[in-house]
T-cell receptor, first 116, second 106 residues
Framework: DGGITQSPKYLFRKEGQNVTLSCEQN?????MYWYRQDPGQGLRLIYY???????QKGDIAEGYSVSREKKESFPLTVTSAQKNPTAFYLC???????????????FGPGTRLTVT | LAKTTQPISMDSYEGQEVNITCSHN???????ITWYQQFPSQGPRFIIQ???TKVTNEVASLFIPADRKSSTLSLPRVSLSDTAVYYC???????FGTGTRLQVFP
């Protein structure tokens, strides 16, 4: 059964701690993405990766880090430098990114992070 | 990066057709136009995508004029389960605006 998994669904951390959110896909997609969503707001792009061992900053990358060592995995670390980390985090993947070709993003179920 | 513009909210009744229009003032030549649907506490789900003219699938139609500065998502005969937030985006810009919150009433 193909798809994107994010774990855990809910995550609680104390302020000052780094936390890593998991994202795994078995769709054989090259591109992967991380978004953040705050209540009543749209999605904001944190990082994206078009290929293994390469990733680019999105609009709100400060305080976050990522790695793309495997095609299937794109973990996101929320560092203590992120001033307002409490949010709903969504991971997505697509077969490719860019070019005059059709592609859609497939989203995971999300991780709701609460930092107190 | 300028994002797309769409109404904040819309109300409808079951069985009606709903049209949501989006402005794509900064769309690039290689951008497709994509619409997603999101339910609370879930990831967005792809609805439809197009480049120009009209595209139709089993759930919606997408109308894109020749200048591609706007797009209209058409949902025929909505039901209560269509209550959700709908996002339009220029695909390669990866920018989701605040979306349109559609409320369908019985």
């Amino acid at each position: 059964d193909g798809g994107i998994t994010q774990s855990p669904k809910y995550l609680f951390r104390k302020e000052g701690q780094n936390v890593t959110l998991s994202c795994e896909q078995n769709l054989n997609h090259d591109a992967m993405y991380w978004y953040r969503q705050d209540p009543g707001q749209g999605l904001r792009l944190i990082y994206y990766s078009q290929i293994v061992n390469d990733f680019q900053k999105g609009d709100i990358a400060e305080g976050y880090s990522v790695s793309r060592e495997k095609k299937e995995s794109f973990p996101l670390t929320v560092t203590s430098a992120q001033k307002n980390p409490t949010a709903f985090y969504l991971c997505a993947s697509s077969i490719r990114m860019g070019g005059l070709l059709f592609y859609e993003q497939y989203f995971g179920p999300g991780t709701r992070l609460t930092v107190t | 990066l300028a994002k797309t513009t769409q109404p904040i909210s819309m109300d409808s009744y079951e069985g009606q057709e709903v049209n949501i229009t989006c402005s794509h003032n900064n769309i690039a030549t290689n951008d497709y136009i994509t619409w997603y649907q999101q339910f609370p506490s879930q990831g967005p789900r792809f609805i439809i995508q197009g480049y120009k003219t009209k595209v139709t699938n089993e759930v919606a139609s997408l109308f894109i004029p020749a200048d591609r500065k706007s797009s209209t998502l058409s949902l025929p005969r909505v039901s209560l389960s269509d209550t959700a937030v709908y996002y339009c985006l220029d695909t390669d810009k990866l920018i989701f605006g605040t979306g349109t919150r559609l409320q369908v009433f019985p």
